[in-house]
């Protein structure tokens, strides 16, 4: 962990980084652009595009619908999630490779034949809950996140601590509580913030489940391209650019060293 | 910390298979009141096994446990007021040392006040006063090894049970580590059940040892009985060295064995023995009950005359190697008993012993 790294590698690394975050200026540069339609580069500068968008209701309304399902979906994925890792990794069940094969399946499947299946399906069931559609489609999508890396943290638990803590005197509600808990809870906090990130930004499921009335921010931000070109689009983007920024630097800095041990 | 009265443990016909495999078999043993006791074998034997089922962490297909005359078989784990100090030391190191050591005692539902009394009590009895606020990551194999003893015995547990607790120390420390041990445990009066594949371990620790072989006991004695009167071919040659001559019994009178070796010599034992006449067996001799004599003198009992073979000195004592007709027998003599006696390579010598130092075993 504490070995130095080569120059060689730090260039490849530092390419990459380049190569991924250097797209993410790009709206951010032309969301403060005094122009009416998007320019790159930006001429002049002004925050009024920010302005715009967050006194839109319709915006507003969507990222607020956008936190409201994440916030569900996260929560939804952890219930599921967290006992059915811990399953996985604890004990050899019959057909266990098979339920983690399904399990991690959305992942494989392009997205937009996850959310036509779905929406088939829903059809076929006559279902008109929106709200629970959403739910369901983005869990399904989540949940792979969530069960990864918690299965992580569990494989990673020292089990004589358990051991050790029973002969002390813990009973097992206990251990969990006071000697597991401590140990997975950097991968479920990781899952959750994946799931979060991973809802707040679909797209492709959304596209068949939503209606008027739940309308989360990726589509509001297509419906506007289609409307209109000015830099309103951009500062929606970047919102949502800042708004996952956030959340991984929050996470960071409270758990941080726990997060990179978990990823070593 | 008061001296408590520490409990005596039972195990009556402990037995654990996995599928075909008898890891332990048929183990029984008691261990007295205050007692050491090590189950010293190699690796294997089933004597983790036996110290997992004492603990409760693994439940035996057959057989018995009691602590203090009443069962504790059926038992779970975190009800058995057991101490336990592991391999690795399973260290919370999420807690404090304090927070660790608190651990326990805050399972016992006791309050604050005198959680952390005691645990600095139990602290500054495995001087690691000051201590108190570090991580265990923070703190070397030696100094974690004693949160650990601190955080087992805090509680006061009926039983002490320790599973190769000084395998990661380096040997020095481990030497301290032990006398330490074996003081603390003398002073609570902590009955103490002790793993170990090291056979100077158990021999420093222990009040009883018991050899294990194949999930089985093979003796059950004193350190300096089994030293001294190994009864099989597996304990003489598992504890300490032991020079093997295959022999027969031939005739048993008076408390004295004469045997006649395989290769002809003939030996006298005046060790006490269960064998008879015609039994299978071998003499047995430790490489320190010899005495070398330069020449052949092989006329005489309890002798066998050889080549040097080759000789090497180990500090404290100078190890010789005589070929004796084909089979190796190897002398120890200490330095300060050398003289001048400087054996060459290719020199006909002759090695000695005593009756009382002519041990005899059965072979399979």
């Known amino acids: ?264 | 910390m008061k001296a408590s009265a520490g409990a005596k443990v039972e195990l009556s016909g402990l037995c654990r298979s996995y599928g075909d495999n008898q890891v332990v078999d048929n183990v029984s043993l008691t261990v007295a009141s205050g007692e050491i006791l090590a189950l010293l074998g190699p690796s294997g034997c089933g004597k983790t096994t036996t110290l997992r089922m004492i603990a409760g962490l693994i439940s035996p297909s057959a057989g018995e446990i009691a602590i203090d005359g009443s069962s504790i078989t059926a038992l779970p784990v975190h009800r058995r007021n057991l101490g336990m100090l592991f391999q690795n030391y399973a260290l919370f190191p999420h807690l404090t040392v304090l927070e660790n050591v608190a651990f326990g005692l805050a399972m016992r539902g006791l309050p604050k006040a005198v959680i952390t009394e005691r645990a600095r009590q139990a602290l500054a009895l495995t001087r690691l006063t000051g201590f108190e606020d570090r991580m265990p990551a923070a703190l070397s194999g030696g100094q974690q090894q004693r949160v650990a003893l601190a955080r087992a015995i805090v509680y006061r547990p009926r039983v002490l049970l320790l599973d190769e607790p000084f395998g990661a120390l380096d040997k020095k420390l481990r030497e301290e580590m032990q006398i330490e041990l074996r003081q603390l445990c003398n002073e609570l009066g902590l009955t103490t059940i002790l793993v170990t594949h090291d056979q100077e371990e158990a021999l420093v620790l222990a009040d009883q040892i018991a050899v294990m072989r194949g999930g089985r006991i093979e003796q059950v004695d004193t350190a300096r009985a089994i030293y001294e009167r190994p009864t099989s071919h597996f304990v003489a040659d598992f504890i300490g060295t032991s020079n093997f001559l295959p022999a027969e019994i031939i005739g048993k009178a008076d408390g004295c064995t004469v045997l006649r070796a395989h290769s002809g010599p003939l030996f006298r034992s005046t060790v006490a023995n269960e064998l008879s006449p015609g039994d299978n067996v071998a003499v047995v001799v430790r490489p320190e009950s010899i005495r070398l004599s330069q020449g052949e003198g092989a006329d005489s009992m309890n002798a066998v005359s050889g080549k040097v073979l080759r000789a090497v000195f180990k500090g404290q004592a100078l190890s010789i190697w005589l070929d004796v007709n084909g089979a190796d027998i190897v002398a120890s003599l200490p330095i300060e008993a050398l003289n001048d006696i400087n054996p060459q390579p290719g020199e006909p010598w002759t090695a000695q012993w005593s009756f009382e130092r002519t041990l005899i075993v059965r072979e399979q």
């Open chain 1, 1 to 264: 962990m504490n070995e130095t790294v080569s120059t060689p590698l730090k260039i490849v690394v530092g390419i990459i980084l380049l190569i991924v975050v250097a797209p993410l200026v790009v709206p951010l540069l032309m969301s403060i652009s005094d122009t009416p339609y998007i320019v790159f580069p930006p001429k002049g500068f002004t925050l009024q595009w920010y302005g715009a968008v967050l006194a839109n209701p319709e915006a507003r309304g969507s990222f607020l619908f956008s936190l409201e399902l994440a916030a569900i979906v996260t929560a939804v994925s952890l219930v599921l999630g967290v006992p059915c890792a811990a399953g996985l990794t604890r004990y050899r069940v019959v057909g266990q490779d098979v339920v983690l094969g399904l399990i991690l399946s959305p992942l494989i499947v392009p997205l937009i034949v996850t959310g036509v299946a779905l929406l088939q399906l829903f059809s076929m069931l006559g279902s008109r809950a929106t709200m629970m559609q959403l739910v369901i489609g983005h869990t399904v999508v989540c949940l792979p996140y969530v069960i990864r890396s918690v299965s992580a943290s569990f494989v990673l638990a020292n089990r004589n601590l358990e051991d050790a803590a029973a002969v002390l005197g813990a009973a097992p509600h206990l251990v969990a509580i006071r000697v597991i808990w401590p140990q997975v809870r950097p991968g479920v906090l990781a899952g959750a913030v994946f799931s979060f990130i991973v809802s707040f930004d679909d797209y492709p499921i959304s596209m068949w489940l939503a209606d008027g009335n739940h309308f989360p921010v990726p589509l509001y931000l297509y419906t506007v391209i289609e409307r209109s070109f000015d830099p309103s689009i951009a500062a929606i983007a970047s919102l949502m650019i800042g708004f996952a920024l956030l959340l991984v630097l929050v996470i960071e800095k409270v758990f941080g060293i726990s997060l990179a041990r978990l990823a070593s």
